[in-house]
């Protein structure tokens, strides 16, 4: 899978918008655009994927360059909950690859100022 | 519903001893994967199991490493004779894979912290 490359710890204050970028300058056509996030002494969770267009769900927004070399995480209001190590992680969707790994760097460690 | 489990939540072993990890994987998953942390640092791929397909092995770190799948449900990770370096938290995932499609959520257990001494 190609590289990704995240600052490694971002902070923020509660209920402002945080914003954690992701750069992946080799992303090639076929990879997704994962962001998984685990909370102090859990497993990872799932937050956002996407390909090419902006996705927004419940947890956050996904907004993606148009060149795909980058792309950010994007947190409305950020609440003490929030407070986790973020991944940014591509993954290959052609099928016959190993497509079902996800390969996890080391993220961005969060902190929420209250 | 019920998440992945896996147990023990702790294990404390000495140099040398075997130890057996279990995860439960959510029912109806039909992919569970493996992967280890150790401390301050990503997660590691250590092996993949999907259906009846042999597993991808190919992120085990030794032959001292083993897992199996039993009925395609619960999964067993044997360490034999562990290593200091074998210390790090075993994190188990399972997730559907729906045919034809590169989405592919993992959904996560909490974890086996592993400690050798």
């Known amino acids: 899978d190609a590289k990704t490359t995240q600052p490694n710890s971002m902070e923020s204050n509660e209920e402002e918008p945080v914003h954690l970028p992701c750069n992946h300058s080799t992303i090639s056509g076929t990879d997704y655009i994962h962001w998984y996030r685990q909370l102090p002494s859990q497993g990872p969770e799932y937050v956002i994927h996407g390909l090419t267009s902006n996705v927004n769900n419940r947890m956050a927004s996904l907004a993606i360059a148009e060149d795909r070399k980058s792309s950010t995480l994007i947190l409305h209001r950020a609440t003490l909950r929030d407070a986790a190590v973020y991944y940014c992680?591509?993954?290959?969707?052609?099928?016959?690859?190993?497509?079902?790994?996800?390969?996890f760097g080391k993220g961005t460690l969060l902190t929420v100022n209250p | 519903g019920a998440g992945v489990s896996q147990s023990p939540s702790n294990k404390v072993t000495e140099k040398g001893k075997d130890v057996e990890l279990r995860c439960d994987p959510i029912s109806g998953h039909t992919a569970l994967y493996w992967y280890r942390q150790s401390l301050g640092q990503g997660l590691e791929f250590l092996i993949y199991?999907?259906?009846?397909?042999?597993?991808?092995k190919s992120g085990l770190p030794s032959d001292r490493f083993s897992a199996e799948r039993t009925g395609g449900s619960v999964s067993t990770l044997t360490i034999q004779r562990t290593q200091q370096e074998d210390s790090a938290v075993y994190l188990c995932?399972?997730?559907?894979?729906?045919?034809?499609?590169?989405?592919?959520?993992?959904?996560f257990g909490p974890g086996t912290r592993l400690t050798v001494l």
């Open positions: 992680i591509l993954r290959d969707v052609n099928s016959g690859g190993s497509n079902y790994k996800l390969t």
């Open positions: 995932a399972s997730s559907i894979l729906p045919p034809g499609a590169g989405y592919n959520e993992q959904f």
């Open positions: 199991f999907q259906g009846n397909s042999a597993p991808d």
